[in-house]
């Protein structure tokens, strides 16, 4: 799609610098390079990504991993279920150190006391058990990470999916809460050996370029032909050396985005000194490939050649160079009015993007600087440097800017750079997640926002179609949202502007963490089990689950038939989040923004199944004929391509919550969110031409013999498909499911299985 990205057709050696494909002529080649048969077999084990693994993996299989990780992190979405799990299945302290943060507190009284409740819990949480508890406004979890944990050659799990610190050297996932209960309990992350993609960068950034701008680009050409997903993207070449670390840490943020599992970057002495400004200077180390490096596919990036991109709604994917936009401006929106019309599925609410058109421009109502991928020192320092002296905000146009942390923010004041921005009329606000999810910025109804944030889905920035809501985001780099602003709006590249770029790096930077010292509770390694728990009257426990029954009559109570389904369309962000620790409360916005009617489907069928284990003999009648003392019943979501987006556990749960038993897909658009499907004791049924059968809601699937077929390890089981026009056969697929994973749906979630150990 955009000509400074380039992907090999296949696999490739990496010769000491140089590409050698991995065709019939590459023996040949590698040999007069020196290298010999046994050098090109163990080429795979070259990669950093590899190294570390390894050195990580505990089955002594170097195929089939059992990760044990450095360090954890989880913000206030998700920090109290996982250690309500935990505690349900034995927890006695934290093995390793876990970092809560809350960075996602929305800020309001939807949920009542709830947010600062949760808190509360945390801290109490961090002390009984030995934990680091950073208080609300603090930072934001990823920058903390990458202050305080983040070095050359470790592993980091955290419970957010843009839990990526390749750029330091550190190989971090985002995953589900279980699995990180799991880690809690000294138990490990199951994975096959992931392959890896080369990321071979050349050239250097061109003036008015930042890292959004790369991240933009990469995510735009990664995502949707699936090149690096489940996989992990290794940043090489000799491009690496000119970016600067923040600018490698705001790009490799955004590799979530491609739906890859890790990231690793090569480090040098630009890591070094971030590490030894942040007074960590022994984590560091050379992380390189070795001479000889086999990877599964290699991703050419000119940087010389990048431009400033933008994505438009409603997906990072959705990616243009400005100059496009502009050049091609009514054709592309009247496009994207067509897409986002589909994804939102109303008719009722309207759109019209091309009414944003004022004398031949894109003019924008709103701009943000946020978070893990915007709020960093170097994107503020250089929107603060282009705004210097001119008004970024007036009239209906808004700019905002979240420092990434408290650290971030001392600095940007010592500088005087908050002093620029509040004189061009920016507001700067406390280091929070909020417009990355909802809770903050939320912009008028009908208007349009420019985010150097990490995601622009679907109602991500806080809109509710089903109250006749919609507005919209595009992502940004902070440097063309500055330019933007200086034009009142109106979409403008920053490379427009020469002119006025700044250089960060003319101003060393001084790292100061006296906030941290006076608040960051630090109780590594120091439980204290004398202490209790700190319990708000909305925080509750989960539900109890049975365990898998013999058979199972699966009541379809969604159908979504839209190419990809996120994790928000699934379980909105923003305000629901303030029920995170009520799984009933939560519950009950499962789907709401998708299909209203999928949470008094699934009670129904719950009532139902209910009523089955009370008396069986009862619900006869509602069987279909099947035996109601073996066949259990339980509610199904279908989709094409589930689960793209967050890493939050709930948008699994809360289907198990409402008796969900099972997933009805084509495939699953990330492995994090099937491993929370899994965790949470649902089916991840996978169906070959899923989108030929018409399912719809109402439609009932009848699994026989589902309890065996997990149990015997058989990898398909035949169903039947009941439909008002007949039945039919329908093979669901239960492909590359352990033996573990296959126990924890058996036992009927991740706590019956502990529990029962």
């Given amino acids: 799609m955009l ?33 010999d048969a046994a050098a090109i077999e163990n080429a795979k084990t070259g990669t950093m990504a590899y190294s570390i693994l390894q050195a990580h993996n505990t089955s002594g299989d170097a195929e089939n991993l059992k990760i044990k990780f450095d360090a954890m992190a989880s913000h206030d979405i998700t920090f109290v279920g996982i250690i309500q799990t935990a505690r349900a299945s034995g927890l006695e302290k934290f093995p390793i150190p876990y970092v809560l943060t809350n960075c996602h507190n929305s800020l309001c009284a939807v949920g009542g006391t709830i947010n600062e409740d949760d808190h509360r819990f945390g801290l109490s949480a961090a002390k009984k058990y030995g934990g680091i508890f950073v208080p609300p406004h603090l930072a934001v979890i990823h920058q903390y990470m990458r202050e305080k944990f983040a070095g050359c050659g470790k592993m980091i799990l955290g419970s957010d999916s843009h839990t990526r610190y390749g750029a330091l050297g550190t190989m971090a996932i985002g995953e589900g809460g279980g699995e990180l209960a799991k880690q809690l309990l000294g138990r490990t992350y199951d994975v096959a050996r992931p392959g890896v993609v080369a990321i071979y960068l050349t050239g250097s950034l061109p003036a008015g370029c930042g890292p959004h701008d790369v991240a933009i680009a990469l995510v735009g050409e990664l995502f949707r032909n699936g090149y690096v997903k489940n996989k992990v993207m290794e940043f090489v070449g000799p491009g ?24 690793i970057w090569e480090t040098d002495e630009t890591t070094q000194k971030f590490l030894a400004v942040h007074g960590r200077a022994a984590d560091y180390k050379k992380l390189a490939p070795a001479d000889l ?33 502009n050049a091609n401006l009514e054709d592309i929106l009247h496009a994207c009015e067509q897409d986002v019309q589909k994804l939102i599925g109303r008719k009722d609410v309207s759109l019209d993007l091309c009414s944003k058109i004022e004398n031949g421009k894109l003019r924008v109502d709103q701009g943000v600087i946020a978070g893990c991928a915007g709020g960093l020192y170097d994107s503020i320092y250089e929107a603060a440097s282009i705004l210097k002296g001119h008004t970024g905000g007036c009239g209906d146009y808004a700019l905002s800017v979240y420092p990434g942390s408290q650290p971030i923010m001392m600095e940007l004041v010592r500088t005087g750079v908050i002093h620029d921005l509040m004189a061009s009329g920016a507001t700067v606000r406390t280091a929070f997640c909020g417009p990355c999810f909802g809770a903050g910025d939320v912009p008028a109804n009908g208007a349009f926002s420019i985010r150097h944030s990490t995601r622009n889905f679907p109602n991500r920035e806080g809109s509710k179609p089903g109250d006749n809501q919609l507005s919209y985001v595009a992502l940004m780099d902070a440097r063309s949202i500055a330019v933007s602003a200086l034009n009142g709006g109106a979409i403008t590249a920053a490379s427009d502007y020469p002119e006025i770029q700044a250089d960060p790096s003319r101003v060393a930077y001084h790292y100061d963490d006296s906030s941290y010292r006076a608040r960051v509770y630090y109780g590594v390694g120091k439980p204290q089990p004398q202490e209790e728990l700190v319990f708000g009257p909305n925080i ?34 923003g305000e629901t989040s303030s029920y995170r620790s009520n799984p009933l409360r ?69 289907q198990r919550v409402l008796g969900g038993c099972a997933n009805l897909c084509l495939e699953y658009a990330t492995k994090r969110y099937r491993s929370n499907v899994i965790n949470w004791g649902m089916v991840p049924f996978t169906v070959e031409h899923i989108e030929s059968l018409n399912i719809q809601p109402g439609d009932q699937v009848y699994v026989p013999g589902i309890r065996k077929a997990l149990s015997s390890m058989d990898e398909t089981v035949t169903g039947t498909l009941i439909q008002p026009g007949g039945t039919q056969e329908i093979v669901l697929q239960l492909k590359n499911l352990s033996r573990e994973e296959r126990d924890v749906i058996l036992s009927g979630c991740l706590i019956n299985y502990y529990a029962g150990k």
């Fill in 586 to 654: 939560l519950s009950e916005f499962a789907l709401s923004r998708k299909d209203p009617q999928y949470v008094p489907r699934a009670k129904a069928v719950l009532a139902l199944e209910r009523q089955r284990q009370a008396d069986p003999a009862s619900v006869a009648a509602e069987m279909a004929g099947y035996d109601p003392a073996t066949t259990g019943l339980g509610s199904v979501v279908m989709s094409i391509r589930p689960g793209d987006g967050s890493a939050r556990e709930q948008a699994a749960s809360c």
């Fill in 3 to 35: 000509d400074m990205i380039k992907c090999s057709t296949g696999g490739a050696y990496y010769a000491r610098g140089e590409w050698v494909p991995a065709d019939g002529e590459a023996s040949a080649a590698l040999a007069a390079k020196g290298f």
């Fill in 240 to 263: 690496v050396a000119s970016l600067r670390q923040d600018t490698r840490n705001a790009i490799d943020a955004m590799t979530t985005e491609t739906t890859c599992l890790s990231s």
């Fill in 540 to 573: 509750a426990d989960w539900p109890r689950q049975i365990p898998m029954p013999e058979n199972l009559l699966l009541t379809v109570c969604s159908a979504i038939y839209d190419p990809l389904t996120t994790t928000d369309e699934l379980i909105p962000s």
């Fill in 293 to 325: 490096a086999y990877y599964d596919g290699v991703v050419e990036v000119d940087l010389s050649a990048i431009r400033p991109m933008i994505a438009l709604p409603m997906h990072p994917s959705n990616a243009f160079t400005i100059e496009e936009l």
